[in-house]
């Protein structure tokens, strides 16, 4: 059975766990902290970045999140998450490099610095200008997100791909940290509870990191 | 004919160009500044970054340099770059990432802002500080890289793929910025000038940036 080494607000782990469940992959989780600098986490990943994927009985030891969604994609025929036309297979990575890069640069990424590591590792208080900034470039991502889903049935066309569980992992995450705002964003809402409704999803929702408690819609799928 | 959107010390268009190249697929520079946030740019990525592919002819608009990529991986079968079993296919994807995430955001990314940016958009001299961090971990790269070359032919296993010219693109623009220095990197060295030699190298190291000139080691490939 595949390890995750992750912690539980990782949001390309969270992408790589919502693939596996959609796939019928079973998995292990391992708790993994990269800030910590750990030789033995660094020794599987040179790059220090958590999701690290193992299968102890192979010895394989997989890293970067999209290597890894590729590699079941091409191992793993079940519900296929990278599918259709040259094109379209486009479209899906462009927008999981969207939400990973510059969601995760603009939003999850400082949300999880200012709410997470400062509470964790720097024993500092978040900087509200910091927060502000990052809940208010959510709005334009999240706008970008109900312009889709007014064009489209699932972001990146007419089926649910790795770009909707890319989107909906980052998203969680920030819902998570307080940094979403759902009023005014009526397509957006609808189709994140949709992805929320997934069973793939209840595991994720379920999870709580240490300190840090989400806000009381987080986890709910009826509202 | 395929247009690429970019500017010449890009380095994911130079990755870009450098498989399309080794594919034998034409194409046609257009420039763009993506600091210069002009709406017509922005349509064609949303994401607003460099480099941005079109096909006029079949109104076909790409963007993301790893979702470019795939793409002409997925269609043009002429020289394979993301080859081999699924796992080495990770690997290769690995390390792609490593060199488009880390050691942009470590080395080249720092050198751009300092030596292009902050002449071109901010006015503004480099901060020595910054450019002596960018240095310093850019021998940390080439530790690793000399290290694959001392287990390996090539980046990812025994033969030449979007690894290695996903590295060599990154590494090329740090070197025209002056921020490698290639004493006491023996392998990384050897590896770079055979990358350097590769006729889809030449393009690449005849262009220059406007006021910034590179180092006289930069494009000689007998060095
Ligand atoms: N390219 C990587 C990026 C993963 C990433 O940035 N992970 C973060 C955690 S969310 C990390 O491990 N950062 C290093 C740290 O916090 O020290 C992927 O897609 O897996
Ligand atoms: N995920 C993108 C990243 C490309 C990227 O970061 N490009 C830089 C130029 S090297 C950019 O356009 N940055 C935006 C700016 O400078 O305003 C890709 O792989 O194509």
Redesign the pocket.
């Known amino acids: 059975m595949w390890h995750i080494y992750q912690f539980p607000l ?4 969270r992408k790589v766990r919502l693939l596996m469940a959609e796939k019928g992959i079973a998995y292990e989780l391992q708790s993994a902290r ?2 910590e600098g750990e030789d033995r986490f660094f020794a599987m990943n040179p ?5 690290v994927i193992k299968d102890p009985d192979r010895n394989i030891v997989l ?4 290597a890894i969604c590729e590699y079941f994609e091409e191992t793993v025929d079940r519900n296929p998450q990278i599918s259709g036309t040259a094109q379209q297979r486009a479209e899906i990575r462009r927008l999981v490099a969207m939400f ?1 890069e510059n969601f ?1 640069r603009d939003v999850s990424g400082p949300l ?1 610095h200012e709410r997470m590591k400062k509470r964790l590792v720097l024993r500092q208080s978040p900087d509200a200008k910091a927060l502000r900034e990052a809940m208010k470039l959510a709005h334009d991502y999240l706008d970008y997100v109900d312009w889709l889903i007014d064009n489209r049935p699932w972001l990146a066309g007419s089926t649910m791909s790795l770009a909707d569980l890319t989107a909906a992992a980052q998203i969680s995450v920030a819902d998570y940290l307080g940094g979403i705002d759902w009023t005014t964003h009526e397509q957006a809402r609808a189709w994140y509870l949709v992805m929320k409704s997934r069973p793939s999803f209840q595991p994720l929702l379920s999870e709580r990191m240490e300190v840090i408690q989400p806000p009381s819609h987080y986890a709910e799928v009826d509202a």
Chains 1, 2 share one sequence.
């Open positions: 990782c949001p390309f782990s990269p800030w790059a220090g970045c958590t999701p890293s970067d999140s999209r990973d995760f999880l």
